[in-house]
């Protein structure tokens, strides 16, 4: 107990002692009781002030002078700048296939074929019904012109002519919807062959002899022309710079020394679910015969930044969907801050714009801090 506590203790037990002497103290043996369990309480009720958690030691990097940024490098393929997917414009059960990947192939030429028993079958069907109905509309016309020597002459009615060309008028539209029918059916037999629409060579084959496809399948992939494109994936859209200003330099993975200029076609809107990265392609100026259609290439992308920091890869953490980092603060506070990241490696991130020389940035634990929460700037990260 405190002194402050003995103090007042003795100060009253003095008070009731001297009461006592005056009266008789056994009246006030109650009250003395009564304040004895009084003061314990009263020493007891001290006042606690709420403190605050203690502020949280926390590993950090000081950010250095801005380096200058390395071109970025990344693997590629080699695709054909125009690409046709040929598929069959009905079903059925694929009988041949006489062409695999590479082959080269001229215009018209026969790829593969379906099972036309069927096709076949309709299409003879419709030939008997169309000539079924051809010879029917040649007797009524010829009827309609007996009708029309004999009327002059009163040897029929005139309701026996208008019946002959009513007769004849149904049998034209019967030979018509057959004829149309004949065609459709030569033509849907014509679908059961995969005909190349112009030279190429076939970069894909999904379909083999033997499965049954639907209408509008993938069955071959034709490359046509001879322009060529690279195709390679990037972590972030903002490690290109913009489009009119790209000049990628392309070499052959296999031989370095085989080189082509490219210029930046397109990146995709939105990244692959699966692997979270984004499609770009560029066109390749004058490519070299060596880089032919699935070629493994290097990509070199200059740089989007002139300058920028470099970062160990575990300070990343996200604000809403954009980059950030944790720096501390003059006040030593977690402040959580927006940044532009422009490379990636396996242990670090290069941060283009967002931060400054100088600056703490936390390189571990971000995902347990929270903005404006007290650190204590603990180990310095090497």
């Not at 059961?192 to 069955?219: C, E, K, M």
């Not at 489009?243 to 995709?268: F, H, N």
Request: net charge neutral; with cysteine; charged share 20%.
């Amino acid at each position: 107990m405190s002194d402050e506590f003995f103090f007042s203790l003795r100060h009253c037990l003095h008070h009731m002692y001297g009461v006592a002497r005056t009266l008789s103290w056994l009246h006030f043996l109650p009250l003395a009781l009564l304040a004895l369990a009084i003061f314990p309480l009263t020493g007891c009720g001290d006042k606690h002030e709420n403190k605050p958690d203690p502020a949280r030691a926390v590993r950090y990097v000081v950010v250095g002078a801005a380096q200058t940024l390395p071109a970025l490098e990344r693997t590629g393929e080699i695709h054909a700048h125009d690409e046709t997917t040929l598929s069959f414009r009905t079903g059925g059960r694929i009988l041949t296939r006489s062409v695999d990947i590479g082959d080269r192939v001229t215009a018209g030429q026969l790829l593969a074929t379906l099972d036309n028993t069927t096709g076949q079958n309709q299409l003879d069907g419709a030939a008997a019904d169309y000539e079924g109905a051809k010879a029917s509309e040649q007797v009524a016309a010829l009827n309609v012109s007996r009708m029309q020597k004999l009327m002059p002459t009163g040897a029929i009615a005139r309701t026996q002519l208008d019946s002959a060309r009513a007769d004849w008028l149904v049998a034209r539209a019967r030979l018509k919807s057959s004829e149309a029918a004949w065609r459709n059916a030569r033509e849907s037999l014509g679908w059961t062959r995969l005909i190349a629409p112009q030279a190429g060579v076939i970069t894909a084959v999904n379909a083999t002899s033997g499965q049954v496809v639907s209408d509008g399948q993938s069955v071959l992939t034709l490359a046509t022309g001879e322009a060529r494109d690279v195709a390679f994936d990037i972590a972030t859209p903002d490690a290109i710079p913009p489009l009119d200003k790209t000049a990628l330099r392309v070499s052959l993975l296999s031989d370095p020394s085989v080189q082509a200029s490219a210029a930046l076609r397109d990146i995709t809107p939105q990244a692959d679910p699966q692997t979270r990265t984004w499609r770009v392609r560029a066109i390749l100026q004058n490519p070299p015969a060596a880089m032919a259609l699935g070629a493994s290439v290097t990509v070199t992308l200059p740089s989007s930044a002139p300058r920028g920091y470099t970062l160990p890869a575990s300070a990343l953490t996200r604000v809403g969907d954009k980059p950030a980092v944790f720096v501390i603060t003059p006040q030593s506070r977690a402040q959580l801050r927006a940044v532009v990241p422009v490379g990636y490696t396996a242990t670090s991130v290069i941060i283009a714009s967002g931060l400054e020389p100088g600056d703490r940035v936390i390189t571990a634990g971000v995902s347990t801090l929270r903005s404006g929460e007290p650190v204590v700037a603990g180990e310095v990260q090497p």
